[in-house]
């Protein structure tokens, strides 16, 4: 669906099938995982919006989003968040590498799957260097991937980060789908907690990562109030003609 200047898909089964019909075709591509934060980030960025509609596919995770989605269109919509589809894409044999975040978190990943009874071996760790999202050495990273033929990449650098940094790199790729999925690994681990409270589809994970990190999350959050509702009243106009 093309909504608030992106296109977002609200039904579960297209995502999926989107993105596996990607991997079978051995084509490369990324995919945004959509929140309220990255929503807010492409009404005050053009360049950025233009790199999120870049993307084959796009999850909506926010439940915030789906809400106003379906007030203005109604039907079934749905959202699929970042640790959904790290926990189904992690469950498959298919080669996958993990960019980004650290050891630490990618180690409780491998003890999980563990835990669950899947062997880990489909699964690498590439760690980055701590630079600028301009500074990277995108072709020296995509031939240790094109070296190794990974059929998914995990970009785990929060936004707006991840996602520049994956329209930087799919030009050099021969083949993968990448998912900026954030700090996805460290909430399906339980490094960071889900909150266990919900009003209907509202799950509040805002309030939850507003105590884990308040400094960010409040200059984030202010964005995103000063930013939804003006998106929110431009898509009404554009659906009343």
Same mark, same amino acid.
């Given at each position: %669906? ?65 809400? %106003? ?13 970042? +640790? ?24 409780? #990943? ?18 980055? +260097? ?37 329209? @930087? ?5 021969? @083949?993968?789908? %990448? ?9 399906? #681990?339980?490094?960071?907690?889900? +909150? ?5 589809? %509202? ?11 308040? #400094? ?26």
């Amino acid at each position: %669906m093309n909504i608030f200047n992106i296109h977002l898909e609200f039904n579960r089964e297209e995502l999926f099938s989107a993105i596996e019909r990607r991997i079978s075709e051995c084509k490369a591509g990324y995919v945004c995982v959509c929140d309220s934060s990255v929503l807010s980030r492409t009404y005050n960025e053009p360049e950025y919006r233009e790199i999120i509609n870049g993307a084959f596919v796009n999850s909506c995770d926010g439940s915030s989003i789906c809400t %106003m989605a379906t007030k203005l269109y109604g039907g079934k919509l749905e959202s699929v968040n970042g +640790p959904e589809i790290f926990a189904r894409y992690t469950h498959k044999s298919y080669r996958q590498v993990i960019l980004g975040n650290t050891e630490a978190i990618v180690q409780m #990943v491998r003890n999980k799957l563990h835990e669950e009874g899947v062997d880990d071996s489909h699964i690498v760790h590439m760690q980055l +260097p701590f630079c600028r999202v301009e500074e990277f050495d995108y072709k020296g990273i995509a031939e240790e991937i094109n070296r190794q033929g990974y059929d998914i990449i995990w970009v785990s650098l929060g936004n707006p980060k991840q996602e520049i940094f994956m329209s @930087k790199l799919q030009p050099y790729l021969n @083949k993968g789908v %990448m998912f900026g999925i954030g700090a996805a690994l460290n909430f399906w #681990v339980g490094d960071l907690a889900l +909150p266990k409270f919900h009003i209907g589809p %509202m799950r509040f994970i805002w309030f939850t990562r507003l105590f884990q990190d308040p #400094v960010r999350q409040i200059k984030m959050n202010w964005i995103v109030l000063k930013a939804l509702p003006k998106l929110y009243m431009e898509e009404k106009k554009r659906v009343q003609g």
